[in-house]
Antibody, heavy 128, light 107 residues
């Protein structure tokens, strides 16, 4: 059964770095069929796509977070991770990892970028 | 960024009724609109891609349609298991953006 599971610090102090990992089971990051994304949900701003990574390490980010976010991948562990630096209270959110978009959809630019498998999400609070 | 405006924010209906949710894009996104279901305590799931393509395992009670920049998710013959938040996502133009979500309650 394909599953994604987020893990990491649930409480981060302002100005510090948020760090999360997504563990993938039942699917392989290394087979190259998909990009792998981070998405967050904040009550005030709703759902926000943070960025994605391919197994080669190729990334793309939401311009709103590009200066602070770093996504990395460890294919041998079948995991990918998110680091978000200089956090503020506005970064308090439920963080989801998700599979998608498909490599073919990015390659062809056909506009079909969806997320077909998600983790349950993990709440990260930014507070002193 | 493309703004996605979703309505209503919440809806209460009875078992057997219909539920209709709408997502409006701030500009043309062709048919590049996806719908998700997020049940309480569960991982979100992809229901419909490309406006109207039902994902494997999703009941045929769910359907999607489009009129210009307005997209509709329709759920017929509501069941208690449909209690969830439904949200849309455009994939036409980076960065991907989402609607605010619509909460469905069963009376």
């Amino acid at each position: 059964q394909e599953q994604l599971q987020e893990s990491g610090s649930g409480l981060v102090k302002p100005s510090q770095t948020l760090s999360l990992t997504c563990s993938v089971s039942g699917a392989s990051i290394g087979n190259g069929d998909y990009y792998w994304s981070w998405i967050r949900q904040n009550p005030g701003t709703g759902l926000e796509w943070i960025g994605y990574i391919y197994h080669t390490g190729n990334t793309d980010y939401n311009p709103s977070l590009r200066s602070r976010a770093t996504i990395s991948v460890e294919t041998s562990q079948n995991q990918f991770s998110l680091r978000l630096n200089s956090v503020t209270a506005a970064d308090t959110a439920v963080y989801f990892c998700a599979r998608g978009p498909r490599f073919y959809d990015i390659l062809t630019g056909n506009g079909k970028g969806n997320f077909d498998l998600w983790g349950r999400g993990t709440l990260v609070a930014v507070s002193s | 960024d493309i703004q996605m405006t979703q309505s209503p924010s919440s809806l209460s209906a009875s078992v057997g009724d219909w539920a209709i949710f709408t997502c409006r894009a701030s500009r043309s996104i062709a048919k590049n609109l996806n719908w998700y279901q997020h049940r309480p305590g569960k991982a979100p799931t992809l229901l419909i891609s490309d406006t109207s393509t039902l994902q494997s395992g999703v009941p045929s009670r769910f359907s999607g349609s489009r009129s210009g920049t307005d997209f509709t998710l329709t759920i017929s013959r509501l069941q208690r298991e449909d209690v969830a938040t439904y949200f849309c996502q455009q994939s036409h133009s980076a960065p991907y953006t989402f609607g605010q979500g619509s909460r469905l309650e069963i009376k």
